[in-house]
C-alpha cells in the first residue's frame, strides 16, 4: 500500500479529478441546448426528457455490468479503454441523422461514462483511510465540476454555433485525455485476480443484504440525486418560458452558480474525515429541501432562483461525498462493487427525476416540478429518520 500512496501525487490527484470531470461532462451537455434538440428533430419536450433518462439509465447499467470489472482487471487499462469507447459514443451522437439514432448514441453515452465510478474506489484505495474522505472529496469535485461546466459549455457554445458542434469537440477532449491517462498513471493498480467477473455480479445482492450503511447510502442517494435532476432536466424549459425568456447561452450561465457545490466539495471531504458521514448526509438533505421551497415560492425572481441553485449543488454534493465515504469505508477489496450498488440506485434516481420533471413540466408547469422535487425530499427524510433510524 506504501508505494500505491506515493503515487497519489497533488498531480495525479487533479488528473484523476479531471478526467472524473471531463468523462461525465458527456452526459449533460444535452440538457441547455434540449429546446434546440426538440427542434431540429422536430420533436416535443418530453422527448428531450427521455433522453436524459435513457443516458442516465444506460449509465446506471454501465455501472452495474462495467464498473465490478475494477474489482477483476487491471483497472490502468479498463479506465484507458473505457475513456477511448467513450469518444466513440459522441461521434455517434454528433452523426445521428434522425431522433432514434440520437437517443441510441446517447444510451452508448452514458453506458460508456462510468470511468469516474472506476476512477473513484482506485483512489480510495491509493488514499488509505485516514485521507480517504479528502481524496474523495477532489474527486467528487472534479465530477461535480464537469457535470455543471458542462452545461455551461453546452449552453454557450450552442449559442454561437449549431449543436452537434459539442459533440465533435467533446470527443477531442476525451482523446487528449486518454493519451495524458496513458502516459501518467501508474502501472500497478490494485487488482483482484482471486475473483472472476461472474462472481462479482452474484455477490452483489449479498453485499446489499449484510451492509446496512450501504442500502441507507444508496436510498438518500437515490432521493438526493432524483431532486438534482428534476431541476436541471427542466431548468432550460423554465427560463425560456415568459417567466424569462431566455435561452441556451443563459442556461449556462447559470449553471456556473452551481460551482459552488464543487467548491464545497473538498470541504465536505475534511469533514467526512472528522465528523460522522450520516449527519452530513442530514444536512445536505435540508439543503435540497429548502432548495426547492424557495424555487417554488420564489423562482420567478433571478436572486431566489440563483440562491436556490447554489443551496441545490451544494446540498448534493453534502450527500454524495459523505455517502461515498461511507461506502468505500467499507472494505477495500469490494469497493467497486459497494460503489456500483450506491451509483446504481443514485443514477435511477436521476433518470427517474429527469424522467418526472420533463412530465410534469408539460403536465403541471413549474408548480407541478417543484412538487414533484419536495415530495422527493420528504421521502430522503422518511428513509434517513424513520426508516433508518438508529
Known amino acids: 500500500m506504501e508505494k500505491q500512496s506515493n503515487d497519489l501525487t497533488k498531480q495525479f490527484i487533479f488528473l484523476l479529478a479531471a478526467t472524473c470531470g471531463i468523462v461525465v461532462a458527456n452526459m449533460y451537455y444535452v440538457q441547455p441546448i434540449g429546446t434546440q434538440v426538440a427542434e431540429s428533430f422536430q420533436v416535443s419536450t418530453s422527448s428531450i426528457g427521455s433522453v436524459t433518462m435513457l443516458t442516465q439509465v444506460g449509465y446506471a447499467l454501465g455501472l452495474l455490468f462495467i464498473v465490478p470489472l475494477g474489482d477483476v ?89 449549431p449543436w452537434r458542434s459539442i459533440y465533435l469537440i467533446a470527443p477531442l477532449l476525451i482523446i487528449l485525455l486518454t493519451i495524458l491517462l496513458t502516459f501518467k498513471m501508474p502501472k500497478d493498480p490494485v487488482k483482484n485476480a482471486t475473483l472472476s467477473y461472474m462472481d462479482s455480479l452474484k455477490s452483489i445482492p449479498l453485499l446489499i443484504k449484510k451492509q446496512r450503511a450501504l442500502r441507507e447510502a444508496a436510498v438518500s442517494g437515490f432521493f438526493m440525486f432524483g431532486t438534482f435532476s428534476i431541476f436541471w432536466s427542466t431548468l432550460i424549459f423554465y427560463i425560456s418560458s415568459p417567466v424569462y425568456n431566455w435561452g441556451t447561452f443563459e442556461a449556462g450561465i447559470l449553471a456556473i452558480f452551481g460551482l459552488a ?4 466539495a473538498p470541504l465536505v471531504g475534511k469533514l467526512s474525515d472528522q465528523y460522522a458521514q450520516r449527519t452530513i448526509v442530514w444536512m445536505g438533505i435540508i439543503m435540497q429541501t429548502v432548495s426547492f421551497i424557495i424555487l417554488h415560492f420564489f423562482a420567478v425572481h433571478i436572486l431566489p432562483l440563483i440562491l436556490s441553485i447554489i443551496l441545490l449543488d451544494i446540498g448534493n454534493q453534502f450527500g454524495q461525498v459523505a455517502n461515498q465515504t461511507r461506502v468505500q469505508n467499507l472494505g477495500e477489496q469490494v469497493s467497486n462493487r459497494n460503489n456500483t450498488v450506491f451509483m446504481f440506485s443514485y443514477f435511477i434516481g436521476g433518470a427517474l427525476g429527469s424522467f418526472l420533471g420533463t412530465t410534469m413540466w408539460e403536465q403541471a408547469g413549474w408548480l407541478g416540478v417543484t412538487l414533484t422535487a419536495l415530495s422527493f425530499q420528504l421521502l430522503a427524510m422518511i428513509f434517513h429518520f424513520v426508516v433508518f433510524k438508529k
Request: without cysteine; proline residues 4%.
Open 261 to 264: 457545490g464543487a467548491v464545497a
Open 73 to 161: 482487471l487491471n483497472k490502468r487499462r479498463l479506465i484507458i479503454s473505457m475513456a477511448a469507447l467513450s469518444s466513440l459514443s459522441l461521434l455517434g451522437a454528433f452523426f445521428a441523422p434522425n431522433f432514434q439514432l440520437f437517443i441510441l448514441a446517447a444510451f452508448m453515452i452514458g453506458l460508456l461514462s462510468v470511468v469516474p465510478q472506476i476512477i473513484i474506489p482506485y483512489g480510495a484505495v491509493l488514499a488509505g483511510p485516514e485521507k480517504r474522505g479528502q481524496v474523495m472529496g477532489k474527486l467528487l469535485s472534479g465530477l461535480l465540476i464537469g457535470i455543471l461546466l458542462s452545461r455551461t459549455f453546452s449552453g454557450v457554445v450552442a449559442s454561437f454555433l
